[in-house]
Structure formats: structure tokens, C-alpha cells
């Protein structure tokens, strides 16, 4: 079998020659004296590219939400974030757990929050209810779908954040496959929020590491709080190296993933079996059904991982296929000819 086309995930990309060379020449120092060169390069890059005050450099970007809204919440607050979000699902109730605060989920239609429901969220504070402390947006949204909302949705909802005078966090995972569909720069996205965090994982292909970005106060105390959980690094340059290739040189190549993934989308629709979830691939993520009969998930990644394709299960007969910089065109027509064989 030839080259292993891994589509679970943008996660699954590894360190390219260029990365792992700036990882043996990085210069380093231990960061928790703030003495790593490497890490505050990175740190100022990334602020000065998105048009944020300051940075911080946070091992993941769960750590990175988890601090967010750690900073910027009150023990008894309510926090309003979309139904199907990470921080909801996927970090082991660390709202509830770390922060102590209670989380309100307003639904989200492909991307779009719904204003009436943010509104009627927002809670007036009273003796019986709760105060909203935050609401947490996320673009792309939906790890399964990708979606992107536009600047104007967001200024929208800036406009209704700030008439209730409640502050906003970007879980910005994917932001720059967001910025890239919208074709804006990312820091206009960054505008409209009062912190947000990025992670470098995704489309920037590095092995590892998130960038947390806000006002300079704001990252002062993410600082402490980073360090109370035990997130503080020393010669974290390894960290940074490959980080500082992501942002200068794999940004401007996620039109290539999205490409990729409309053609997917485009070839998966013309195969007889499969249901698309959605009508287009907005980003790098295309999901879809099996609905032949006698057909699951489980048998179609069986008989694709035997060719060296490999797609995530999503549900009993959804998965999803995730387009990165280690996906080639050709891998996208030879998987597209495997699926065609197989059903
Ligand atoms: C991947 C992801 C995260 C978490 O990042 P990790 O580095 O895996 O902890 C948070 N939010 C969204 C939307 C993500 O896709």
C-alpha cells in the first residue's frame, strides 16, 4: 500500500522539514522567567498579526479556552455559547469544574447564531437568576461542519454584547480557515471580540501549542492563571519555532485545503450512497451518510482504512473528512475513485 491519506483531522498533520530545522535552531530560555526569545517572537508576531494588545503561548487550545474563561467569569455567572460548541462538548465540563460558572447553549444554524436567542439568554440580574458573564463565539464552528459566520453576524452580536455590557470570547480554532472563506484579513475578525485564542494544530500543521490573545491585562492575569494549572513552560522555543512558521508561512495556503475539500464535496455528491450533510463545503471539513442499504460507517472506513484512507466516524452512518497541508489534490481524486470502487 502506498501513502497513508489521513482525513480524520487537521490535528493529524506532522511537523514539515522546514518546522522541525527551526526547532533545532531555536534559540531558547526558560520562559517562566520570561526569558525565552523564541516563545515572546511568537507571542508579538501573533498579537501584532491579529491586532490584539499581548499574547501567551498555552499548550493546547483547550488550555487556552479554559483559561479564557477563567479570566473573564465570576464564580455563579452564566456563560453563553453555542449549543454544539467545543467548550461546551469536549472539555470535560471545565466550565463547570474550573470555573465555576453555568453554561447557557443557544442554538447555531451552519455557523449563524441565532440574536433572538442570545438575547433572551442574556439574563437581568435578579435574586433568582444568575448574571451572564460571557458569551463565547466560535468561528470556524462546529469541529463536524466547519462553518463560518460573516463580520457582519459578528458585529451584530458585538452590538448586542455591548448593550448589555457582557464581554465576548472567539474560540478562534479555525480562524484562519474562517478568515480565508470570508477573504478578510483575520485581525478584523479579532476586532470584534475582546479576547480569542488560535490554535496552531489545525491548519497551520505545527505539532503543538495555541495563542491566547487580549488586552494586556487580560494576558497578565491568563499569565498567573496558566501557571496555577500548571501550564507555565520553561524552554517552550520548541514550542514556538514551528509556531512562528505556521503564522508566517502556512496561513496563506488554506485556500488550497478549502479547495480540496469543495472538490471532495463535489465528488462525494455524485456518488450514489452517500448523503452530504451540508450543501457545500464551507471550509476544510465535509461531512456526509452512507444510505445504501446494508451499508454503516464503520463497513465504508473498514474497506477505505485497507487503501490507506482513513476518515473519522461521526455517528452510525456519518463520518467526516478534514482537508490540511499534508492532503494533496491527487489524494482528494484517489479518494474519490476508492469510494466510487468500494460502493
Ligand atoms: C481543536 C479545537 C479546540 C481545542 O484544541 P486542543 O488543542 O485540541 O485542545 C478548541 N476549539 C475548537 C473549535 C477546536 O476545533
Not at 465528488?267 to 446494508?294: C, D, P, Q, W, Y
Amino acid at each position: 500500500m502506498d501513502k497513508k491519506i489521513d482525513l480524520r483531522s487537521d490535528t493529524v498533520t506532522l511537523p514539515n522539514e522546514e518546522m522541525r530545522e527551526a526547532i533545532r535552531a531555536a534559540a531558547l530560555g526558560d520562559d517562566i522567567l520570561g526569558e525565552d526569545p523564541t516563545v515572546k517572537e511568537l507571542e508579538q508576531l501573533a498579537a501584532s498579526l491579529l491586532g490584539m494588545e499581548d499574547a501567551l503561548l498555552t499548550i493546547s487550545g483547550t488550555m487556552a479556552n479554559q483559561i479564557a474563561v477563567m479570566a473573564m467569569t465570576q464564580r455563579g455567572q452564566e456563560v453563553i455559547l453555542g449549543r454544539d460548541s467545543h467548550l461546551y462538548n469536549l472539555e470535560v465540563a471545565g466550565l463547570a469544574a474550573l470555573s465555576q460558572v453555568q453554561a447557557r447553549p443557544v442554538p447555531v444554524h451552519q455557523g449563524v447564531y441565532d440574536i433572538e436567542s442570545i438575547e433572551a439568554a442574556i439574563q437581568p440580574h435578579g435574586v433568582q437568576t444568575a448574571r451572564t458573564g460571557l458569551i463565547c463565539l466560535e468561528n470556524t464552528y462546529n469541529l463536524n461542519e466547519g462553518a463560518v459566520f460573516t463580520l457582519e453576524h459578528m458585529r451584530e452580536i458585538r452590538e448586542l454584547a455591548d448593550r448589555y455590557q457582557v464581554p465576548i470570547y472567539l474560540d478562534g480554532a479555525r480562524l484562519f480557515n474562517a478568515a480565508t472563506a470570508l477573504g478578510v484579513h483575520p485581525s478584523l475578525i479579532c476586532r470584534e471580540v475582546d479576547a480569542v485564542q488560535i490554535c496552531l494544530t489545525k491548519g497551520l500543521g505545527c505539532p503543538l501549542g495555541s495563542l491566547l490573545l487580549g488586552s494586556r491585562e487580560f494576558i497578565a492575569e491568563a499569565r498567573n492563571i496558566r501557571q496555577r494549572l500548571g501550564g507555565g513552560m520553561r524552554q517552550a522555543g520548541i514550542i514556538a519555532a514551528p509556531g512562528l512558521i505556521g503564522l508566517t508561512k502556512m496561513i496563506d495556503r488554506i485556500g488550497e485545503d478549502h479547495r480540496n475539500a469543495t472538490r471532495l464535496h463535489a465528488g462525494l455528491s455524485g456518488i450514489a450512497g452517500i448523503r452530504m450533510a451540508f450543501e457545500k463545503a464551507a471550509t476544510n471539513i465535509v461531512s456526509f451518510e452512507v444510505v445504501k442499504a446494508g451499508w454503516d460507517a464503520d463497513r465504508l472506513i473498514a474497506k477505505l482504512q485497507r487503501r490507506g484512507i482513513w476518515v473519522k466516524k461521526i455517528g452510525a452512518r456519518k463520518m467526516r473528512m478534514v482537508t490540511h497541508c499534508q492532503i494533496s489534490f491527487e489524494d482528494v481524486e484517489h479518494t474519490l475513485s476508492s469510494m466510487q470502487q468500494i460502493l
